[in-house]
C-alpha cells in the first residue's frame, strides 16, 4: 500500500475501523424488521386490522390483514433501498462524498425520527419511516465501499468488511426488542439512534473526502480535516486525467495502441451486467421474502405463544450477526486470486472476473441450499405437519445453534404439535402425557 509517510497510516486505519462501526451499528438495521415487529405488535401498531375479540380466550383474534400491513411496510422499504441504489450512485458520482453523506445522515435521522413519533394511531408512519431508513443506510454504506481504495492489497477485503457489516447491524434491532422488554420503551430506542446522526457528522468532515478516494491510489493521498502532519490533497478528476495522459504517453512509447475502456452504456448493455443484475435480484428478493414473512411463519408454528416467538425472533436476529464473520472469505478468495500474475494475453478486467468466479459460485451455492432447505418448513406452516417441522427445524437449528438449538427445535414442534391442523402421530402414552399436563395447569390455583 502506497502512502504511508506523514501520518497518513493511522487515518487509513481510523477511518476503516469508524466505518465498520457505522455500518455495523447503522446501516443496514432495517433487515432487522423480524426484531422489531414483535415490539410493533406489542404496542398495537395496526391493530385495527385485527378480527375477532382481543379479549376472548377461546378463539384468538385474526391479524392476518395486521400481518400484511407490516409485510408492506418492510417490502417497500427494502424495495427503495435496492430501487434507489442507481440514483444514490449517480448523486455520488457527480456531487461526492460528502454531498451524499448528508443527504443520508438526513434521511436517516428523518425515517428514525418518525419512528420515535409515531404511535398505534399513527402507524402509516412506518411507511415513510422505514423507506427513509432503507434508503439513508444505503447511502453510508455506499461512500463507506471506497475505503478499499486506501488498502490496495485488501481492496476485496475492505469492501465485502462493510458489506458484512452492514448485514449484521440487523441486531441493532434485537437489541431494541431486549430494551423493550427490560422496560424501555421503542421511542427512546430511536430517539437515542437519532442523536448518534451527530456521530455521523462528525465522520463525515474528518474521516472521509470531500469528493472521493480514487484508484489506484496516488502517493501520499489524504483527505479530510483531521491534521495528520502535512496534509497533500488531490483533485480526483485531474488525478485520473494525468493518469489516463500518462497511459496514452507510454502506449505511444511503445508503439502501442492503447485500449478503449468501455463506456457506462456498453456496460449496462452487456450480458455479463444483465445475468448478474437477475441472479443477484433474485437472491436478493429470495432473502427480503424471507424476512419480511418470518413473523407471521413463527407466530403460526409456535401457536402464537409470545415467548416462544421472541426466543425464535432472537434466534434469528444472532444468526444474522453471523454477516459480519463470513462476508469478508468472499473479499479473501477474491485477493487471493487477484494477486496471481496474469496470464499470456489476459487484461486485468478479465483477471478481476476471473477472480471472482469462485466467490459466486460458492454465494450461488448456499442460497441454493438455503432455499430448498427451507421449502419443506414452509409447507409445514401451510399445512401444520408436525413431523416435517421437526425434521426440518432439527437440520437447521442444530446446524445453526447446536444443542441449544436442538432444545428448542422440541419446544417449537410441541407447539407445532397441537395446531389444530397437525397431522402429526401421537402415541396413547404422548397423548395422555398432554392430556394430564393440561389438567394440571387448569387445576392449578391462580
Known amino acids: 500500500m502506497m502512502g504511508f509517510d506523514g501520518g497518513t497510516r493511522p487515518r487509513y486505519w481510523f477511518t476503516l475501523v469508524s466505518g465498520v462501526v457505522e455500518c455495523l451499528c447503522f446501516a443496514g438495521v432495517l433487515f432487522g424488521w423480524a426484531s422489531l415487529v414483535?415490539?410493533?405488535?406489542?404496542?398495537?401498531?395496526?391493530?385495527?386490522?385485527?378480527?375477532g375479540s382481543p379479549n376472548s380466550t377461546s378463539v384468538a383474534p385474526d391479524c392476518s390483514r395486521q400481518d400484511e400491513q407490516f409485510s408492506l411496510v418492510f417490502t417497500i422499504g427494502s424495495f427503495l433501498n435496492n430501487f434507489m441504489t442507481f440514483t444514490n450512485g449517480y448523486i455520488f458520482d457527480r456531487f461526492g462524498t460528502t454531498v451524499t453523506r448528508l443527504l443520508g445522515i438526513f434521511l436517516y435521522t428523518t425515517g428514525t425520527l418518525l419512528v420515535a413519533f409515531s404511535s398505534p394511531a399513527l402507524s402509516e408512519m412506518l411507511f415513510p419511516a422505514m423507506s427513509c431508513i432503507g434508503v439513508g443506510g444505503i447511502l453510508l454504506l455506499i461512500t463507506n465501499m471506497q475505503v478499499g481504495n486506501l488498502f490496495v492489497g485488501h481492496r476485496s477485503t475492505v469492501i465485502t468488511l462493510y458489506n458484512g457489516a452492514f448485514d449484521s447491524s440487523s441486531a441493532v434491532f434485537l437489541i431494541f426488542k431486549i430494551l423493550y422488554e427490560q422496560g424501555v420503551s421503542l421511542r427512546t430506542s430511536f430517539v437515542a439512534l437519532s442523536l448518534c446522526s451527530i456521530l455521523h457528522l462528525t465522520?463525515?468532515?474528518?474521516?472521509m473526502p470531500r469528493s472521493y478516494?480514487?484508484?489506484?491510489?496516488?502517493?501520499?493521498?489524504?483527505?479530510?480535516?483531521?491534521?495528520?502532519?502535512?496534509?497533500?490533497?488531490?483533485?480526483?478528476?485531474?488525478?485520473?486525467?494525468?493518469?489516463?495522459d500518462a497511459s496514452k504517453k507510454e502506449c505511444e512509447a511503445d508503439n502501442m495502441s492503447p485500449q478503449k475502456g468501455q463506456n457506462f452504456q456498453s456496460c449496462v448493455l452487456s450480458w455479463v451486467f444483465f445475468w448478474h443484475v437477475l441472479w443477484l435480484s433474485t437472491m436478493q428478493l429470495r432473502n427480503y421474502f424471507f424476512i419480511g414473512t418470518l413473523n407471521p411463519m413463527i407466530s403460526r408454528l409456535a401457536n402464537n405463544d409470545p415467548d416462544l416467538i421472541s426466543k425464535y425472533t432472537n434466534a434469528f436476529a444472532i444468526t444474522q450477526l453471523c454477516g459480519v464473520l463470513c462476508a469478508p472469505w468472499n473479499g479473501l478468495i477474491m485477493d487471493r486470486h487477484k494477486g496471481?500474475?496474469?496470464?499470456p494475453g489476459e487484461t486485468e478486467q478479465e483477471a478481476d472476473l476471473r477472480s471472482s468466479v469462485l466467490s459466486l459460485f460458492l454465494t450461488a451455492l448456499q442460497c441454493l441450499c438455503f432455499s430448498i432447505s427451507s421449502l419443506p418448513l414452509w409447507e409445514a406452516v401451510r399445512t401444520g405437519?408436525?413431523?416435517v417441522?421437526?425434521?426440518?427445524?432439527?437440520?437447521?437449528?442444530?446446524?445453526c445453534f447446536g444443542q441449544r438449538g436442538?432444545?428448542?427445535?422440541s419446544t417449537l414442534c410441541q407447539h407445532c404439535s397441537d395446531?389444530?391442523?397437525?397431522?402429526g402421530f401421537h402415541s396413547p402414552h404422548q397423548h395422555l402425557h398432554s392430556v394430564q399436563k393440561v389438567s394440571t395447569k387448569e387445576d392449578r390455583p391462580s
Open 38 to 51: 414483535f415490539v410493533l405488535k406489542e404496542d398495537g401498531y395496526f391493530g385495527q386490522y385485527c378480527e
Open 203 to 207: 465522520r463525515t468532515f474528518l474521516l
Open 213 to 244: 478516494i480514487p484508484y489506484p491510489l496516488p502517493e501520499l493521498y489524504t483527505y479530510g480535516n483531521l491534521s495528520c502532519g502535512k496534509a497533500n490533497s488531490y483533485n480526483v478528476e485531474n488525478f485520473e486525467k494525468v493518469t489516463e
Open 340 to 343: 496471481k500474475p496474469l496470464a
Open 385 to 387: 405437519d408436525v413431523i
Open 389 to 399: 417441522c421437526d425434521r426440518v427445524l432439527t437440520a437447521v437449528s442444530m446446524l
Open 406 to 409: 436442538f432444545r428448542w427445535r
Open 419 to 423: 395446531h389444530p391442523h397437525s397431522t
